[in-house]
């Protein structure tokens, strides 16, 4: 089971990524280096994993649970983990092309990439409010990693 304090590091170094990469698509010319292209696509690979992490291991305890409250908010996270998925596999398909970025329109992938980006991190802040405080006051997710 994934600790607080693992998803507490995913959701740092997802952010920390889109603080980052937020810098380098301004100028054209840094979009098409192969750090921010290294960067950007370890960002996709991230938010990805941290959602599905979240899918595998979290949900089903609260869709279970014998608290409605809390089931609740396990589907609400549930489909709100689908819709992002939706939205940013079109974000994706609209700029990306294999692992190699296709920009045609700089202001429009900078816009784009900015509601992506703000997307992500106000559901970060949901789960930081919501989803893993009811993890932890149910007693369903460990504070820290367990030692090997």
């Known amino acids: 089971m ?12 997802i952010t920390e990524l889109s603080n980052v990469l937020s810098y380098l698509i301004n ?28 899918e595998r291991e979290l949900y ?10 809390v089931r609740n908010t396990g589907r609400k996270f ?30 429009a992938f900078i816009q784009e990439t900015r509601e992506i980006f703000s997307l992500v991190i106000r559901r970060i802040d ?3 409010v919501h989803l893993y405080p009811t993890l932890l006051d149910f007693g369903e997710m460990p504070m820290n990693a367990k030692a090997a």
Do not use: P
Request: aromatic share 8%; proline share 0%.
């Open 78 to 107: 549930l489909s709100g983990s689908g819709e992002i998925k939706r939205v940013f596999g079109q974000y994706l398909k609209r700029w990306c092309k294999g692992k190699e970025l296709r920009i045609r329109d700089h202001e």
């Open 27 to 54: 100028e054209r010319s840094m979009c098409d280096t192969a750090v921010s292209c290294e960067l950007f696509f370890r960002y996709v690979a991230m938010v990805r994993e941290h959602l599905e992490v979240e």
């Open 2 to 13: 994934i600790s607080y304090m693992e998803l507490h590091e995913q959701n740092h170094k």
């Open 126 to 128: 949901d789960e930081i």
């Open 60 to 69: 089903q305890l609260l869709l279970v649970h014998e608290d409605n409250d």
